[in-house]
């Protein structure tokens, strides 16, 4: 008689029993970092006006406990080379939305001081014989119109001459080389 022998199902592979952490886990890292520091200061604000709450204090502090807990859940379950690897990407991250701020910065000063100003006067008058607050753009909105309408009646024939040249017939030429090395130089500048 032979006997059949039963083995157990492997257990289903997840992130959590294989050593990797959900791809979830840093931003809800980071979410609880600032509401840990949201509360911290929120405690520290109590009986101050609302006002009084440092919410770039917040935010930045958040991001070093993010910075710090990432690194140290990342260890403890990926090992050290993919929590180092974490570690550099939070830096950066946080270094390149750091570089965004003054950015930010300004295009929030310059909505909440200009949003009132664009109206429909701003676009339909003229600022010819303007004294102090007053005037429109419409001279500014038609000479930018006007110009772009006079480059693209230059350069559009140019362009199409040059590429119609350079397919057809001075692709193997010493013209067309020289040609193709400047298109490819203007290219790469920005207008």
């Given at each position: 008689?032979?006997?059949?022998?039963?083995?157990?199902?492997?257990?289903?592979?997840?992130?959590?029993?294989?050593?990797?952490?959900?791809?979830?886990?840093?931003w809800i890292v980071l979410?609880?970092?600032?509401?840990?520091?949201?509360?911290?200061?929120?405690?520290?604000?109590?009986?101050?006006?609302?006002?009084d709450f440092n919410i770039a204090a917040t935010v930045f502090l958040g991001t070093l406990l993010f910075v710090a807990a990432i690194y140290a859940i990342s260890s403890?379950?990926?090992?050290?080379r993919k929590a180092t690897d974490r570690f550099i990407t939070a830096i950066v991250s946080a270094a390149f939305l750091?570089?965004?701020?003054?950015?930010?910065?300004?295009?929030?000063?310059?909505?909440?001081?200009?949003?009132?100003?664009?109206?429909?006067e701003f676009f339909t008058y003229s600022m010819r014989n303007v004294i102090g607050?007053?005037?429109?753009?419409?001279?500014?909105?038609w000479g930018t119109l006007l110009i772009t309408l006079a480059a693209t009646i230059i350069s559009v024939p140019i362009?199409?001459?040059?590429?119609?040249?350079?397919?057809?017939?001075?692709?193997?030429?010493?013209?067309?080389?020289a040609i193709t090395f400047f298109v490819d130089v203007m290219t790469g500048i920005p207008s």
């Open positions: 008689m032979t006997t059949i022998e039963k083995t157990a199902a492997p257990a289903k592979a997840n992130s959590l029993t294989t050593g990797r952490l959900p791809k979830a886990t840093p979410a609880a970092s600032w509401a840990l520091m949201a509360v911290v200061f929120g405690f520290a604000n109590i009986g101050n006006p609302v006002g403890i379950v990926e090992g050290q750091v570089a965004l701020l003054p950015l930010i910065s300004l295009l929030f000063t310059v909505l909440v001081n200009g949003l009132a100003r664009f109206d429909i607050d007053g005037g429109g753009a419409i001279h500014a909105i362009g199409l001459m040059t590429s119609i040249y350079l397919v057809e017939y001075g692709s193997r030429s010493k013209l067309g080389k």
